[in-house]
């Protein structure tokens, strides 16, 4: 399906937006009432005579019509029309833009026989086009590397791991004229990063760090550097997840994803941020030469950390990939997404992703720019009573808490350990556990991966100053 933004055209059917006030005063309201529709959200009606399809809408935000274009284009794709319309306004642009990509976003590769869609043209229609063309183009490439992030998030562990991550993102730095520098366990053991080798030992494929750069033609305004956590597959490893929990963790990926989708916007939409993405791509495997509980390894900063849970790899990896991070590059922001605690999940439930930190003006920003767009962010605070329960007996700090309370907050202090002094109140750490991924639809998102945090950050990099 084509999406354009054009000034008049004639389509199959019209698709209009209504809440109760502006249905009363449709000239169709009679006939509305009659099919009993009652503009309810996200309640679909089609006029056939009419050639009109009504969405309902609680009032007129861009939260309810980002979800009322996601139910109408599902409700679209399903019926006998090949073109429609939907006339815009600037205010909603990017929220109708959202809505129908995303929401009408499909992952078909596994299928042997995708459903057809008569749907063709979906046709934006302002009377002000000029005035709109250069936000509908940015939408349009904030909307689609969203579903770059979820195709990769949906693809296997079979057909994504790390080699073939990386291979991934050499072809979009040759696309979107990036730098792009891997390294291969080789390097990554000259390197001193023993914590994050021990996690993808009993692997097959070969761990990766993968650093892509974009660089703006202008004088950078700030300098940003995104940390993701790319774990092919989590199956726990030694300490093996139970075999229900075991099904998805193909998305412990997802926060790698997130980040190769961010830098995808940030080049297109020419962002003046510099901008850089370090991945830790690994696979947690079991086996006769997999790390165990009771290991200690000796992390890249030189920290100690005694391995209590093989389960609690997302920070082993993370711990080095942030301390070489902070030694390359020397940013302004230091952010890392990673689907790091079921935790999270428990304490924010499976919308929203946590934010930890210890700037509260920067936790403000980020919390604006989800508002801006459309994601759902809670902060979770940091204390010095929760620092205690990582005290290990033998080694400097021990992977995981021993207490079963505040999991994702003990999580989100490993990591602090490794944050440099300087880069403190640089660095956020965004749980996105719960968000990453959905079995069943919710708000623009669909089956599968969700792209939690490419929006978000997009909007943050864009109204940087
Ligand atoms: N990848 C998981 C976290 C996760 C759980 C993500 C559910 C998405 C959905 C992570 O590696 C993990 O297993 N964490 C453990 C930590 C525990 C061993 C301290 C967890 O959350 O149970
Ligand atoms: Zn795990
Ligand atoms: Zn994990």
Known sequence: MKLDLVQEINSDIELV?????????????????????????????????????????????????????????????QANYSSVSLDISKENLQAVVEGIILGGYEYNRYK??????????????????????????????????????????????????????????KKLSKENKLS??????????????ESMLAVGRASRHETQLIHLTYKPKKKAKKVVSLIGKGLTYD??????KPSTSMVTMKMDKAGACAVLGMIKAASELKVDVEVHAFIGAVENMPGGDAYKPDDI????????????????????????????????????????FATLT???????????????????????????????????????????????????GIADISNVGSKPFGGAITAGLFLDKFIKKENKNKWLHFDIAGSAYTETPWD????????????????????IK
């Open 17 to 77: 937006f209504l809440d109760s006030k502006s249905l009363k005063k449709h000239k169709k309201y009679t006939t509305f009432k009659k099919a009993g529709f009652e503009a309810d959200q996200d309640a679909i009606c089609f006029l056939h005579e009419s050639q009109l399809i009504a969405c309902g809408i609680e009032c007129n935000n861009n939260d309810n019509i980002r979800a009322a274009a996601s139910t109408a284009i599902k409700a679209l794709k």
């Open 180 to 193: 792009c520098e891997i390294l291969g366990e080789a390097a990554l053991k000259d390197e001193k990063m």
């Open 444 to 463: 623009c998102n669909v089956y599968g991966g969700t792209g939690a945090g490419v929006r978000m950050i997009t909007d943050f990099l864009k109204n």
């Open 297 to 336: 390894v000796v992390t890249r900063s030189g920290i100690t950390v005694e391995v209590r849970n093989t389960d609690a790899e997302g920070r082993l990896v993370l711990c080095d990939v942030l301390d070489y991070a902070q030694d390359k590059v020397n940013p302004d922001y230091i952010f890392d």
């Open 235 to 240: 199956s726990g490893g030694l300490s093996l």
């Open 342 to 392: 079921g935790a999270c999940m428990v304490a924010l439930g499976q919308y929203t992703t946590g934010i930890m930190g210890h700037s509260d003006s920067l936790k403000r920003k980020l919390e604006k720019s989800a508002q801006n767009s459309g994601e759902l962010v809670g902060t979770l605070p940091f204390n010095n009573h929760l620092k205690t329960l990582l005290k290990s």
């Open 112 to 169: 042997s026989e995708p459903k057809k869609s008569k749907l063709k043209n979906f046709y934006l229609t302002s009377s002000d086009i000029k005035n709109l063309q250069d936000e509908f183009e940015k939408a349009v490439i904030i909307a689609e590397a969203t579903c770059f992030t979820r195709d990769i998030v949906n693809t296997t562990p079979e057909d994504l791991n790390p080699p073939s991550f990386a291979d991934l993102a």
